[in-house]
């Protein structure tokens, strides 16, 4: 029987969205953690609640009877640093089965990291904050030997009069992640990922990561866990795993959920190498910077076997982007996915709506630049304040009682910004539809576009909350829809 049973709390089924697209990967950060464990010695188990309803956890606790619950929060997925009130829930639940059991309970993520009073309030024993996978091994060996757990690095708890106690180091380093196992492939159950990708993509994708952390300082990018530290794996222990992935599991594309790949251009170029010695090669999507793809750089990319690159562009004013303190230029936006369309890349956006100091005029630059560069596809989420930024803390007294997004499809708007969430909705499902069209020539398209536009320019004089003070409705441009021959030609230009 397993001394640790480790879990989670993300639930594709819980988040509407995400079960549409249907697009789901196994908890590398939980993993890791399990590979430290299992590193000095401990029997671990996994209870993937990813595709598992998490009901059956009372199920496994009671088949495999661990002497402690530890709930570790995939740091590597995006939906799990989003802090959905869904998943707090599930946590709750699950603090529950344990309790019924006697079972301590350890919990390590972004949200509880950022409120550590809350998740003890509803019974959580233990929780780590950081860069954790060492300090839960020292946890985890002083709960079962019965030893102080009091100097832990990064150790929240509550203490004998029943106070929150704080650790002396606030968060737990652990310079040697890079150093860790590959994540376990038998705790994985690889059979259902591989059915829900087939059968709704027609391929089998897996995640996988190269680095960990990012040191650049975009004001609204929340990083509770590793700060601004970076540390990168071995290229040839990378190009291992992914050939072990191709040849094992069946795997027919790759995932970085790094959040920034490619930041280390000489480790991008034997990382070429090292999957071309090997005979590697899958085709892979990463997540980067524009400033980052040199020619050089999109050249290893594409002999490694890269297929996508989605870039953190964000906005197409560049006023916007410098108050982000994003570190990029609209010209390296540009210059980025000429050289990914030359390589052939797809080059993908993620953008947003809503932050402060964004009116009517950048968000017809935003727009403009998607249609003039064109990218293959775009993400659109709305600007999100979450504790320990700049953002949060400029917009902080302006929040009110929902401070969490439900789900992932639950944008909305939870400052004073510009206008109303129902706007930049419209402008999300507007932009998507315009650019998803591009590669639909069906005849009814063009005049669901145009609809869709048209409710934007009504909705953008109804729904303003937050006027432009040096501005009396003035409008540079037109904003209205773009007919496909106009986008081709302005693509073009």
Known sequence: MPNILLTHSYHLHFDAKQARKMQPYRPLGTLFAASALREHGYDVALFDTMLRDPEELANVLDETRPKILVIYEDDFNFLTKMCLSRMREVVWKFVGLA???????????????????????????????????SALVELCAAILSGGSVDDIPGLVQRNDQGEIAHPKH?????????????????????????????????????????????????????????????????AAEVADEMRLLKSSAGVDHIWFSDDVFALNHHW??????EVTARHAALPFKIQSRANLMTT?????????????????????????????????????????????????????????????????????QTITLVRRTRPENIGISFSYPLPGTVFYERVREQLGAKRNWVASDDLCILFEAAY??????????????????????????????????????????????????????????????????KLTGTAEA
Request: net charge negative; hydrophobic share 35%; charged share 25%.
């Open 99 to 133: 309790k019924e059991r006697a079972l301590p309970v350890v919990i390590h993520g972004s949200d509880a990291s950022d409120h550590p009073e809350l998740f003890l309030n509803h019974g959580i024993d233990y929780l780590l904050r950081g860069e954790a996978e």
């Open 170 to 234: 606030a968060l737990a380093p652990n310079p040697s992640w890079s150093q860790l196992p590959s994540p376990p492939h038998d705790l994985t159950n690889f059979a259902p990922y591989r059915e829900a990708w087939t059968a709704s993509h027609g391929y089998f994708s897996v995640n996988m990561v190269a680095s960990r952390g990012c040191p650049y300082r975009c004001n609204w990018c929340a990083k509770p866990i590793s700060g601004d530290k970076f540390q990168l794996r071995s």
């Open 268 to 273: 991008t170029q034997d990382f070429a190498r």
């Open 296 to 364: 050089q750089v999109v050249g290893w990319l594409k002999e490694a076997g890269c297929a996508e690159v989605w870039m953190g562009v964000e906005s197409g004013s560049q006023k916007i982007l410098d108050a982000m303190d994003k570190g990029i230029t609209i010209a390296q936006v540009e210059d980025a996915r000429d050289r990914l369309k030359h390589a052939g890349i797809r080059a993908c956006y993620f953008l947003q709506f809503g932050y402060p100091g964004e009116h009517w005029n950048e968000i017809q």
């Open 420 to 485: 109303s969430t129902d706007f930049y909705r419209a402008i999300r499902d507007a932009l998507h539809a315009e650019v998803d069209s591009w590669a639909d020539n069906s005849p009814q398209v063009e005049p669901h576009i145009k609809h869709l536009w048209d409710e934007v320019e009504a909705l953008e004089t109804t729904e303003r909350r937050n006027p432009h003070p040096d501005t009396n409705d003035v409008r540079t441009h037109s904003f209205g829809f773009v007919s496909a021959d």
